[in-house]
């Protein structure tokens, strides 16, 4: 630095030119101090690891079913979905069996008959042959209730496809 100070480019810079020279003065001495730091902390890590033990079998064992434990713990927490808040209708909850008497579903039930008409999509019964109709969820109010009066969520099914189909099935038969 005391070359810095005594050379032509410092005599000759203006004040701001200055100020840079320092900064990449400082910056360099930074890098130059960091480096040093790296190679003593590696120094210390491989004396200390010279000095310690190897670890046994076991050890090592234990440590890897340690490290499966918390993946798959780490896994479950990403892939169990948390549970839905309630989604009110008229202020009743879309997942109870009273949310089928509000006006809300009967408006959006009656919007499916007349999109779809009265046929099974599943199996072709109408109430010609003596079939009970239903309106369907395709994606069960219970998983997924802000769906519960989307009409693109909606088909048309009979009585028994769709107690067969019941809560746990997600089939589409619209097609």
Known sequence: ?????????????????RREFLSKVRADKQVEKDAKKKLEAQKKLDAKQAHSPKPSKAAKKRSRQASR?????????????????????AGVDVTTDAFLSTFQWRKVRMEALKKYGPRCQCCGATPAT??????????????????????????????????????????????
């Open 69 to 89: 434990r918390i993946k798959l713990q780490s896994d479950v927490r990403t892939t169990v979905p948390s549970l839905p808040r309630p989604t009110l209708v």
């Open 1 to 17: 630095m005391e070359n810095l100070f005594t050379s032509e480019a410092w005599k000759n810079a203006t004040a701001h030119q």
């Open 130 to 175: 003596g079939a009970v109709m239903n309106v369907d969820h395709i994606k069960p109010r219970k998983k997924w209730p802000s769906l519960a009066l989307d009409v693109n969520n909606l088909q048309i099914l009979c009585h028994e496809c769709n107690h067969g189909k019941g809560n746990w099935d997600d089939t589409d038969w619209r097609a």
